[in-house]
């Protein structure tokens, strides 16, 4: 019942944002626009997204290295795995199904990968943060409210922050103040927050890589770049349809377009992007034709879905696991350590030079 009113809920809202995306536009200067956009643009789109999906998963490499040294090779499928099943599966479950291939394949606890993925959002949002900002710096006549809402997400993003420092500088002070916060609503399930407290015990071996000032350094230069790139392809987009924008816009309409996804919506976020990149233009009081915007709209979000989930599925096949293993993955993505999605014991690691699960050390 609870997955079924989600699924209701993701396509009303999809539905909804498609129909505001028409707003004022015309299907014969839709049509125009696609007969005449400018499809060389899209090797350059498709070499930025590849160097996205490249530096995110250099930066899951530098993430893991303290506890699990797993190569590019053995991450970017999984990493790609992921992010088809959020194109494929409902309620944004592709993190979770990413952790489950890494655990399956290669024997990383659960709570550990799942800790760096928690900070790949966390340094996710202030890059995102921070390219919008410049992008804003960068544009003349935005309305207030816009200003605004972007300072309440800045302070937000600085309170995540302080809470990881505080995390990871202080841990076991932190995970007391967090059982103790938890035990002022004894309404919660015992599960839940036994669970959650126990993740935040064994998911500190994933924030080992934030105390290398070095990995810290390197890791925030990546968010930034990957954003920065994803930038470039909203801008090249909407250059195809000829709307005539900065780079400062293609950063904008990336800011308003990675938060857009995060409401419930069907899987691909299907109408939610359509709606973002008319927001984003409406904001900037540009006077461009709606048409032109959404046509470039669907040019930016097929250009990443089509190939995101062709490979995804192609490195699913390879690595011998199937939908039905993805979906079980996202259903159950909070099962304990030791155990597989059936309920087997869990798959031994391979054994790759320092692995830190083959010695006594064991999580």
Known sequence: MKRAFFLILGIVVSVACFAWSLRGTDPATLKAGFLNANYWSLPIMLALLY??????????????????????KQLFPPMLIGFAANNLLPA???????VFVVRQKYGVPA????????????????????LFGVGLAFTDDLPDNYRNG??????????????VVIYLVWTEPFIRLVTWS???????????????????????????????????LLI????????????????????AFHVDVTLATGL??????????????????????????????????????PSLVLGSSVYYHMSMYIPVTMLGLYFL???????????????????????????????????????????????
């Open 51 to 72: 160097g996205f999906y490249w530096l995110k998963t250099l930066r899951w490499q530098w993430l893991l290295a303290p506890v699990a040294p797993l190569t590019m």
């Open 92 to 98: 944004h479950l592709g993190e979770f199904v990413r």
């Open 111 to 130: 709570s550990t990968v799942l800790s760096t993925v928690i900070l790949e959002r966390i340094f996710d949002v202030l890059a995102i943060l921070a």
């Open 150 to 163: 972007a300072l309440l997400l800045g302070a937000s993003a600085g309170a995540i922050v302080a809470a």
């Open 182 to 216: 938890l035990s002022l609503f004894p309404l919660l399930p015992a599960s839940l927050t036994t669970g959650l407290v126990e993740m935040l015990r064994k998911g500190g071996d994933g924030l080992i890589a934030l105390k290398s000032g070095k990995a810290v």
């Open 220 to 239: 925030v230069v990546t968010s930034l770049l990957q954003w920065l790139l994803n930038g470039l392809i909203a801008y090249f987009a909407l250059r």
């Open 252 to 289: 904008i309409v990336t800011g308003v377009t990675a938060f857009g996804v995060t409401i419930p919506s069907t899987p691909g976020y299907f109408g939610v992007i359509q709606m973002c990149f008319q927001v984003s233009m409406n904001a900037q009081q540009l006077k461009s034709d």
């Open 317 to 363: 096949h390879q690595s011998g696991l199937s939908l039905k293993d993805m979906r079980k993955a996202a259903e159950k993505p909070a099962d304990g350590p030791g155990q597989t999605d059936d309920g087997d014991a869990e798959p031994q690691p391979p054994e790759y030079p320092g692995n830190p699960y083959q010695s006594p050390r064991t999580v």
